[in-house]
């Protein structure tokens, strides 16, 4: 019986010891994983900060600082739920928050609903750890007093229509505040930004009178076009026209003066050589003897029952005629 009580509390003080190794172990030992870092008080008071690897801490001297993290999370009924987790291990990867719809005012006195996306990335632990009691909520109501300032200072259409100048101003701003919580804010999205109803028709009314205005005056615009360009084809036109009948009226005055020289030339020496053949003969009497009887047949022609009037004195025809004659009698017959 007594060494049946021994065998049991021998293996009671066995277990109990192996509990204690283990609980021993799990205080000392710990493994960080990469991208992660932990805080390590000894006695309350910061000690250290265990990075990537395989750590031993002294097990009841030095513990791990647990923090608290507030989440927000998107439900499937399209509502933000929030729920706090506590944790020692501190994730050293870029984080996104996304933040529920907040209303805001702007300038000019429009609400406006805006939910924005933070990205950031703790750099340094320690600071994350004793800066703030919940890195995660001081981080959101920053941002949600921030955005508030910044769109209270701009107007509606600035407002929507500056996302870029508004998301850069919000990382600085916000960067600037968190550098002492050890923490780095790399971008800032306004996700979207939603005008009350009535705001949202009246600018749609406004686009929509806008476009038909831009609209109006490119029709305007491309008439008035049209008509330049058709006045100045027709200007081009007439011009080219002019020019090339000027052009044609001289080439025809220099055909005429052309061939009127030559006629010239030919009659001046026609007569020279009749008046060298035949001096005794009236050479410039039979040139025009010789135009008349040319003509006289041009005036015969066309219907018997026409009036021909020659306007030339019948005495002046018989002088010319006998001019013509004399020149021929001059000429010597062949026997």
Not at 65 to 92: A, C, E, P
Not at 169 to 188: H, S
Not at 261 to 284: N, T
Request: glycine fraction near 4%.
């Amino acid at each position: 019986m007594l060494f049946e009580l021994l065998n049991y509390g021998f293996f009671i003080f066995f277990a109990v010891a192996v509990l204690f190794l283990f609980m021993l172990l799990n205080n000392a030992v710990y493994l960080v994983r990469e991208a992660e870092a932990i805080v390590i008080e000894r006695f309350g008071r910061f000690d250290r900060v265990l990075l990537p690897g395989l750590h031993f801490v002294t097990p009841f001297f030095e513990a791990p600082r647990s923090v608290s993290w507030t989440y927000v999370m998107q439900g499937d009924n399209k509502k933000y739920h929030r729920f706090v987790k506590h944790t020692y291990r501190i994730d050293l990867r870029e984080s996104v928050y996304d933040f529920p719809r907040q209303n805001v005012i702007t300038k000019d006195n429009v609400t406006m609903e805006i939910n924005a996306l933070l990205y950031y990335q703790i750099t340094d632990p320690r600071a994350a750890v004793y800066e703030a009691s919940d890195l995660s909520d001081a981080i959101e109501k920053l941002t949600q007093t921030t955005l508030r300032d910044v769109i209270g200072a701009m107007e509606l259409d600035q407002s929507l229509s500056s996302r870029g100048h508004i998301n850069e101003k919000l990382r600085l701003m916000l960067d600037e505040a968190t550098d002492k919580w050890g923490v780095k804010v790399n971008r800032v999205e306004l996700q979207e930004v939603n005008p009350p109803a009535d705001i949202r028709h009246a600018m749609e009314k406004q686009m929509r009178a806008e476009r038909d205005r831009r609209a109006i005056i490119l029709e305007s615009e491309g008439t008035k076009r049209a008509a330049i360009l058709e006045a100045e084809g027709v200007r081009e036109s007439k011009i080219l026209r002019a020019q090339g009948e000027s052009e044609a009226e001289i080439v025809r005055a220099e055909g005429q003066a052309q061939a009127r020289l030559k006629i010239a030339e030919a009659e001046a020496l026609a007569i020279k050589m009749i008046q060298q053949a035949y001096p005794q003969s009236d050479a410039m009497a039979y040139m025009v003897s010789m135009q008349y009887i040319k003509t006289l047949p041009t005036l015969m022609e066309g219907k018997n029952d026409k009036l021909v009037v020659v306007p030339y004195e019948a005495s002046s025809l018989a002088g010319s005629v006998a001019s013509i004659k004399k020149i021929f009698d001059a000429v010597p017959q062949d026997k």
